[in-house]
């Protein structure tokens, strides 16, 4: 039995330990490999930090221990380890008192500077278990997550230099989730986010900012216009130089917002809905992070304005039918419909009609309808919710005979939709009210993939235990194509009086469990963002069917990110994962 003195623990007789050629002592539930070194006795935690294998079936050459299972290799006096993708394994300090030997177990818990620096080293070498394992110690020791999520705001917008990309989309829809989340989802959520951050700057070029001028000779909205100029013209040096000198200049997050949301919108949904949507997520960020990361944020977002598709390129916004010039003519008599509205009492949103008339056929009326409704002094925030709300409705009726690749047509019609939503809340101008329109002429286009349109389910008497109609979902989404039954699901668990609360929390934790994807990871942020904002209305249920929907068609995954995760985890709490057949 171990006696204690102070700090130190007896843990052996010397003649026995020197003996043995690397003997393990067990005290105060610690396993600890005593390894001898030139004379010299050095204590080291027996579980090798990387996946938890015992040290003591590794061999010892030259001061160095090597793990057999993965073979990372450690300095047996300092613990240090030769291989990043290890951690540094815990020592303890050994005395020799005659015929004895003590080991200090006094702990020596690693610092949040010493996690951080190791999230650093798993962003840099693209080490998924290093990253799980520094976000697990970082919130598990009390950190705010903000602290890890700048990090990697801060590595995936200076190592890219192609600019803000599905990476850093996906950190920020994370954060965006986590409040939804139950908190033990927390880290995997982060941890996700950051993975993506890595592994979208593997083996990129870094992003260096342009300068802004050396003085501000132009006032803001002269700098909004050159901004502007430059998109056009695809000038994105150019661009990237506007865009610092109004950060230095101190233009508000108002005004910067505006600037970016006017050249997203100048031109019609470029890259897909990306850019707008990436813009957004931008802005996003930094009210997590901090308006002092303007700079390298906002810079990155440049090249995605400049070189982006433009739709009015594209045959099918120009034909049979000439949707640009339809929208260019509504564009003309936007700010008159704008001023117009402001002289009238807020007008209540007919939901039924407007939903009809956006999934209609008739890009025209479309335009018009919507146009009428501003003049009549509807909110444009409204206004655009109700357009994704529409958006999100391709999705629940989409039907299983499309093919596959099309759940992503009608997927960034509803991303982008989201993103004017959220924009408008931020900057109500002229010039993003824009993207209400570019996205009701998405839906028009995607009308197709209703044909045959999927039912959408029905209303249901509540039910006795709805909970544990929930408790299916999982099994569900263990199989392929249960996209209907998954929808159906959905539905009478909400109409059956289930928990909505509850429903977001489980299915953020499927989601985490599949390998992330870009797309899904969208879908869902953008999902819980409208249902949380359609508080009173009860078809609000159709966008978490067209989330859960769309979650089923792309599940189940091989989770390689989640078994990850686990390990870390059961790490973190000082489960072995390695077991000994004997």
């Given at each position: 039995m171990a006696t204690q003195t102070e700090q130190f623990v007896k843990v052996g007789q010397l003649q026995e330990i020197k003996a043995a050629k690397c003997p393990v002592v067990y005290a105060e539930g610690h396993a600890i490999a005593i390894v001898s070194h030139n004379g010299t006795l050095h204590a080291i935690d027996n579980r090798c930090p990387h996946m938890g294998f015992p040290l003591d079936k590794g061999t010892?050459?030259?001061?160095?221990?090597?793990?057999h299972w993965h073979h990372a290799r450690f300095d047996v006096v300092s613990g240090g380890t030769f291989d990043l993708w290890a951690d540094d394994v815990p020592t303890f300090p050994v005395e020799v008192r005659g015929d004895e030997v003590w080991v200090d177990l006094a702990p020596s818990n690693h610092s949040e500077a010493h996690h951080e620096k190791r999230l650093k080293d798993g962003l840099q070498q693209q080490i998924s278990l290093v990253i799980a394992k520094s976000v697990i110690a970082l919130l598990g020791q009390g950190s705010d997550a903000t602290a890890p999520f700048r990090l990697g705001l801060e590595f995936g917008t200076h190592?890219?230099?192609?600019?803000?990309?599905?990476?850093?989309?996906?950190?920020?829809?994370?954060?965006?989730?986590?409040?939804?989340?139950?908190?033990?989802?927390?880290?995997?959520?982060?941890?996700?986010?950051?993975?993506?951050?890595?592994?979208?700057?593997?083996?990129?070029?870094?992003?260096?900012?342009v300068e802004p001028l050396p003085s501000t000779p132009a006032d803001i909205e002269t700098l909004k216009g050159w901004f502007c100029q430059f998109v056009e013209v695809r000038d994105s040096q150019g661009a990237e130089r506007c865009l610092m000198t109004a950060i230095q200049a101190s233009a508000s997050p108002i005004q910067i917002a505006d600037i970016?949301?006017?050249?997203?919108?100048?031109?019609?949904?470029?890259?897909?809905?990306?850019?707008?949507?990436?813009?957004?997520?931008?802005?996003?960020?930094?009210?997590?992070?901090?308006?002092?990361?303007?700079?390298?944020?906002?810079?990155?977002?440049?090249?995605?304005y400049t070189e982006g598709?433009?739709?009015?390129?594209?045959?099918?916004?120009?034909?049979?039918?000439?949707?640009?010039?339809?929208?260019?003519?509504?564009?003309?008599?936007?700010?008159?419909?704008?001023?117009?509205?402001?002289?009238?009492?807020?007008?209540e949103l007919d939901q039924d009609r407007l939903v009809?008339?956006?999934?209609?056929?008739?890009?025209?009326?479309?335009?018009?309808?919507?146009?009428?409704?501003?003049?009549?002094?509807?909110s444009v925030t409204d206004l655009a919710a109700m357009v994704a709300y529409a958006a999100a409705l391709r999705i629940a009726h989409f039907h299983t005979q499309n093919d596959f690749r099309d759940w992503d047509t009608a997927h960034h019609s509803f991303t982008f939709a989201n993103a004017v939503y959220k924009?408008?809340?931020?900057?109500?101008?002229?010039?993003?009210?824009?993207?209400?329109?570019?996205?009701?002429?998405?839906?028009?286009?995607?009308?197709?993939?209703?044909?045959?349109?999927?039912?959408?389910?029905?209303?249901?008497?509540?039910?006795?235990?709805?909970?544990?109609?929930?408790?299916?979902?999982?099994?569900?989404?263990?199989r392929q194509q249960q996209v209907n039954e998954v929808g159906n699901?959905?539905?009478?668990?909400?109409?059956?009086?289930?928990?909505?609360?509850?429903?977001?929390?489980?299915?953020?934790?499927?989601?985490?469990?599949?390998?992330?994807?870009?797309?899904?990871?969208?879908?869902?942020?953008?999902?819980?963002?409208?249902?949380?904002?359609?508080?009173?209305?009860?078809?609000?249920?159709?966008?978490?069917?067209?989330?859960?929907?769309?979650?089923?068609?792309?599940?189940?995954?091989?989770?390689?990110?989640?078994?990850?995760?686990?390990?870390?985890a059961r790490l973190h709490r000082g489960e072995h994962l390695f077991e000994s057949s004997t």
């Open positions: 010892v050459k030259e001061g160095i221990l090597t793990c190592y890219r230099r192609a600019g803000w990309g599905a990476g850093l989309t996906i950190l920020t829809c994370m954060h965006n989730l986590r409040p939804y989340l139950k908190s033990e989802d927390h880290p995997q959520a982060l941890y996700h986010g950051l993975s993506a951050v890595a592994r979208d700057c593997a083996n990129e070029p870094p992003h260096f900012n970016l949301f006017t050249a997203a919108t100048d031109h019609r949904f470029i890259d897909g809905g990306h850019t707008l949507d990436f813009t957004n997520k931008a802005l996003e960020a930094l009210d997590i992070a901090g308006w002092q990361h303007a700079a390298p944020v906002l810079g990155s977002l440049v090249r995605g598709e433009r739709k009015e390129e594209s045959n099918a916004w120009r034909s049979p039918i000439d949707l640009v010039d339809i929208l260019n003519q509504t564009f003309q008599a936007l700010p008159d419909a704008i001023s117009q509205g402001t002289t009238q009492l807020s007008a009809a008339v956006v999934l209609g056929d008739d890009p025209a009326l479309i335009c018009t309808t919507l146009l009428d409704q501003i003049r009549a002094g509807c924009g408008l809340q931020r900057v109500s101008s002229p010039e993003l009210t824009r993207g209400i329109f570019d996205a009701a002429m998405t839906i028009y286009l995607n009308r197709f993939l209703n044909i045959p349109a999927a039912p959408l389910p029905k209303p249901e008497n509540e039910l006795q235990n709805p909970e544990q109609l929930l408790d299916q979902l999982p099994e569900l989404l263990d699901l959905v539905a009478r668990y909400l109409y059956g009086g289930g928990d909505g609360d509850r429903l977001l929390a489980v299915l953020g934790r499927l989601m985490l469990r599949e390998d992330r994807s870009f797309h899904t990871i969208q879908e869902l942020d953008a999902a819980f963002n409208l249902y949380t904002h359609w508080q009173h209305k009860p078809d609000r249920v159709y966008i978490l069917v067209a989330a859960a929907r769309y979650l089923a068609a792309h599940a189940p995954t091989t989770r390689a990110q989640h078994q990850t995760y686990q390990i870390a």
